[in-house]
């Protein structure tokens, strides 16, 4: 959501809802609160932070699971990383079952053994496939999965907020 001073300001960024911004972030205001410093990215301790080419901080993790640990908003110079937020972290992790190598035969289970909230599983099928099973109450949204899937079957999503409808 655009705040009214940017929109009035023509300073519309539109879109940046589908962007994966720290844990901690406020995501109503973040891009106007954000001073581009750099400094969630250079703390954090697993390297899920990276400055993405407009220059504000995005989450991507490659190697290594977010822990939550709240560094990179303690760091934060300004109001747009807070810790009290990291519980509010909505994304989650979005199965695309058939893309899944697991659909077509090919034993690749990276995903499940990488997964400590154990929210992945395979069920097996006839023909020597498994198909991926996501439990998304245990999905933490760590980021893991997403970033190991050889194929891209994985990707990180928001869900939809529920829109309150205005009557007159």
Known sequence: MTSRRAFLSAKIRPGDGSIARPPGS???CFVDLCSKCGKCADTCPE??????????PRFQPTDNPCTFCGECAQICPTEALQTDHLPD?????????????????????ICQDNCE???IRFKLTTGGRAEPALDFEACNGCGICPSLCP???ITLER???PQMETTQ
């Open 159 to 161: 869900p939809p907020q």
């Open 47 to 56: 390297d899920v932070i990276i400055i993405g080419t407009d220059g504000y």
């Open 26 to 28: 406020v995501e109503r």
């Open 151 to 153: 194929v891209d079957a």
């Open 117 to 119: 909230q154990n929210a």
């Open 89 to 109: 972290w909505q994304w989650r992790a979005a199965l695309k079952a058939d893309d899944c190598l697991s659909m077509i035969g090919v034993s690749c289970r």
